[in-house]
């Protein structure tokens, strides 16, 4: 099947090399030009875990290429698939611009010679397909919807970090379609051979879903976080305490998140539970427990500053800065938080983090240390925030009794257990 991919960011980049390599033709492009030349010559514009041998291999074949507009990847696609990013406004309501300028450029393009389809894959509130995407559509390409051109609601469900394995072997599949045929065309293209659960629903029940999910996510983390501070103050080790919880897959639903830790950030959660609050304010729907979650987020943030001020060294090593690992993504990331929070109150911060580049413009390149053991060498705190196996062997290996341990991923005790450990749920 011919595909045109439209926005090739962290969803989009993933989602096109998926389909390549699925067999499909997909054309893909983005208004960035740097992205559009990485893919032109077989590289991914993101970081991603296995990711460039996939983009460099599906390219080299033949399969995914890279297109000069939007107009010259849609011309020839039976399935057009909109993967344009959506970021936070100062009011929290979701950026649909980019989406508005793809749909303006997308319908003019539309095939005439059979119905195409348009699949939004960007999240968006709901209501933005029935609202925007589909009238926008309509007006630019002078086509009736559901006769001209189908549209659909395809809700992507990637982590940055192992989005690939999310893309290859979904845990599920949400469809939002007004017909019948819409629908099929979506699950034909992404999961025809798949053994996962189908959601057949509308289009405004699919963009509903992808804020629900990631709501969840973030809530699981700020509970988590919250207990685990409740336990740490009665002397309660929270680290064990939520593990039994997460023992009962019957009443408390799954492990996943659920692990006191480190704050939630990166580019879904902040801006998906700030949208679904909007959402709620603007229709006068009280929802104090969405208007909780990034204030306890936050609250927990001060919290991990507090622990790190209160162990007194002058130099403090973060390993990890990206909001996740294996990424070089540090929008939103708590991590980057912490480490210009402790910079701006006078403590040198020194940092290890493989794949995030030393002049990246959010960063100061003095913070960068030249090794793991340097690292460790020269801080009085070490705040494991995640790493590569190998880094974290070589941080232990260089830490003594000397050094404090403040472990935001809540899974590195046995490995520091000889230094001074704290996590985000216990502290001896």
């Known amino acids: 099947m011919n595909v045109a991919v439209i926005g090739l960011g962290p969803v989009g980049i993933v989602i096109a090399a998926g389909l390549a390599h699925a067999g499909h033709r997909v054309?893909?492009?983005?208004?960035?030009?740097?992205?559009?030349?990485?893919?032109?010559?077989?590289?991914?514009?993101?970081?991603?875990?296995?990711?460039?041998?996939?983009?460099?291999?599906?390219?080299?074949?033949?399969?995914?290429?890279?297109?000069?507009?939007?107009?010259?990847?849609?011309?020839?696609a039976q399935v057009t698939l909109v993967?344009?990013?959506?970021?936070?406004?100062?009011?929290?309501?979701?950026?649909?611009?980019?989406?508005?300028?793809?749909?303006?450029?997308?319908?003019?393009?539309?095939?005439?010679?059979?119905?195409?389809?348009?699949?939004?894959?960007?999240?968006v509130p709901p209501g933005t397909t029935r609202t925007l995407v589909t009238p926008r559509l309509a007006a630019a390409s002078g086509l009736e919807a559901g006769r001209g051109f189908h549209v659909a609601v395809q809700p992507e469900f990637l982590r940055e970090g192992s989005a690939l394995a999310d893309a290859d072997l979904p845990t599920k599949i949400v469809v939002g379609a007004t017909d019948?045929?819409?629908?099929?065309?979506?699950?034909?293209?992404?999961?025809?051979?798949?053994?996962?659960?189908?959601?057949?629903?509308?289009?405004?029940?699919?963009?509903?879903?992808?804020?629900?999910?990631?709501?969840?996510?973030?809530?699981?983390?700020?509970?988590?976080?919250?207990?685990?501070?409740?336990?740490?103050s009665l002397g309660v080790d929270g680290d064990a305490l939520m593990a039994d919880f997460a023992r009962d897959r019957a009443l408390n639903v799954s492990a996943a998140y659920l692990r006191p830790g480190a704050p939630f950030g990166g580019s879904c959660l902040v801006k998906d539970v700030g949208a679904l609050g909007r959402q709620a304010a603007v229709r006068g729907v009280g929802a104090r427990l969405l208007e909780a979650i990034l204030a306890s987020n936050r609250e927990h943030l001060a919290r991990v500053v507090a622990d790190v001020e209160d162990?007194?060294?002058?130099?403090?090593?973060?390993?990890?800065?990206?909001?996740?690992?294996?990424?070089?993504?540090?929008?939103?990331?708590?991590?980057?938080a912490l480490a210009r929070t402790l910079a701006a109150r006078e403590r040198t911060v020194l940092v290890w983090d493989e794949r995030v580049p030393r002049d990246d413009p959010a960063c100061d390149p003095a913070w960068f240390a030249r090794s793991p053991a340097a690292l460790a060498d020269a801080a009085g705190t070490i705040v494991v925030c995640h790493g590569s196996a190998d880094a974290l062997a070589t941080i232990a290996s260089n830490v003594t009794p000397?050094?404090?341990?403040?472990?935001?991923?809540?899974?590195?005790?046995?490995r520091f257990a000889h230094a001074r450990y704290r996590s985000a749920g216990w502290r001896p």
Not at 87 to 96: E, F, H, K, T, V
Not at 102 to 113: K, T, V
Not at 318 to 328: C, D, H, N, R, W
């Open 27 to 76: 054309l893909a492009t983005d208004r960035e030009a740097s992205r559009v030349e990485a893919l032109r010559d077989g590289r991914t514009p993101v970081v991603e875990p296995g990711l460039a041998a996939r983009v460099a291999a599906t390219v080299a074949a033949g399969a995914l290429a890279a297109a000069d507009s939007i107009a010259e990847a849609v011309s020839r």
């Open 83 to 123: 993967c344009v990013g959506t970021p936070a406004l100062p009011s929290g309501d979701a950026d649909l611009a980019a989406l508005a300028e793809a749909c303006d450029a997308i319908g003019p393009a539309l095939r005439r010679d059979a119905p195409p389809l348009v699949v939004v894959r960007s999240t």
């Open 180 to 232: 019948r045929a819409a629908h099929d065309a979506v699950v034909g293209l992404c999961a025809p051979d798949l053994a996962c659960i189908v959601i057949a629903t509308t289009p405004d029940a699919a963009e509903l879903a992808k804020y629900a999910d990631n709501a969840w996510h973030a809530l699981k983390v700020v509970f988590a976080n919250e207990i685990g501070a409740v336990a740490r």
């Open 311 to 336: 162990a007194a060294s002058a130099v403090v090593g973060i390993v990890g800065l990206a909001f996740k690992s294996g990424t070089a993504d540090l929008r939103d990331s708590p991590y980057l």
């Open 402 to 414: 000397r050094h404090v341990v403040v472990d935001l991923s809540g899974h590195e005790r046995a």
